[in-house]
């Protein structure tokens, strides 16, 4: 069975621009969540999203926006890209919110 | 001032070795998740845990609900078990939803 699967695996941005990271959770699994993880630093937690609606926010700013669509599949958004959003960004599934959570491989994502 | 903490933040071990990894939060939690992170990012859940004690293999892990602290166990380390583990809290804020807090890691090492 497919894990978690991101895309894409590395960007490259300059300052000022937008970004979509995509992510497609285990079959069957309905909760996604989204994490920042800064080098040398621990996962931040961004968002959760069950049954394609928002069920946790973490301490983002507007610029961070994300969805989840009918099929579960997760998009996050972030808009005038700053040079300390360079980060990996990691995706995780659940089957309901509060399961154990399944990691994807991540974006890792480099603003210039 | 960081919700969850964790102790040590690097660790040597010789193979074979009895090794503990502590984790203490600050804030009432729904769940505490224990993750094993390798160089490159993939991250794997270890442990879901609200309470007591639960057992994989070699990995133990601990929680203690009065005292907002919980352990991580390895019996018998073995040199594939060094990677980065970090301890996550989740809570659930009612309105808002959910929240998951991060430790920043412990760095473990196992020399042959």
């Known amino acids: 069975d497919a894990g978690v699967t991101q895309s894409p695996t590395h960007l490259i941005k300059t300052r000022g621009q937008h970004v979509t990271l995509r992510c497609s959770p285990i079959s069957g699994h309905k909760s996604v969540s989204w994490y920042q993880q800064v080098l040398g630093q621990g996962p931040q937690f961004i968002f959760q999203y069950y049954e394609k609606e928002e069920r946790g926010r973490g301490n983002f700013p507007d610029r961070f926006s994300a969805r989840q669509f009918p099929n579960y599949s997760s998009e996050l958004n972030v808009n005038a890209l700053l040079l300390g959003d360079s980060a990996l960004y990691l995706c995780?599934?659940?089957?309901?919110?509060?399961?154990?959570?399944?990691f994807g491989p991540g974006t890792r994502l480099t603003v210039l | 001032k960081n919700e969850v903490e964790q102790s040590p933040q690097n660790l040597t071990a010789q193979e074979g070795e009895f090794i503990t990894i502590n984790c203490s939060y600050s804030v009432g939690i729904s769940a505490l998740h224990w993750l094993q992170q390798h160089p490159g990012g993939g991250i794997v859940s270890l442990f879901m845990l609200s309470s007591g004690k639960k057992k994989h293999g070699r990995l133990i892990a601990t929680i203690n609900i009065q005292e907002k602290h919980s352990s991580l166990h390895i019996t018998a380390s073995h040199p594939r078990d060094s990677a980065v583990y970090i301890c996550a809290v989740r809570l659930w804020l009612g309105g808002t939803g959910n929240q998951f807090y991060f430790g920043t890691g412990t760095s473990l090492t196992v020399i042959p």
């Open positions: 995780a599934s659940s089957s309901q919110g509060p399961d154990t959570q399944y």
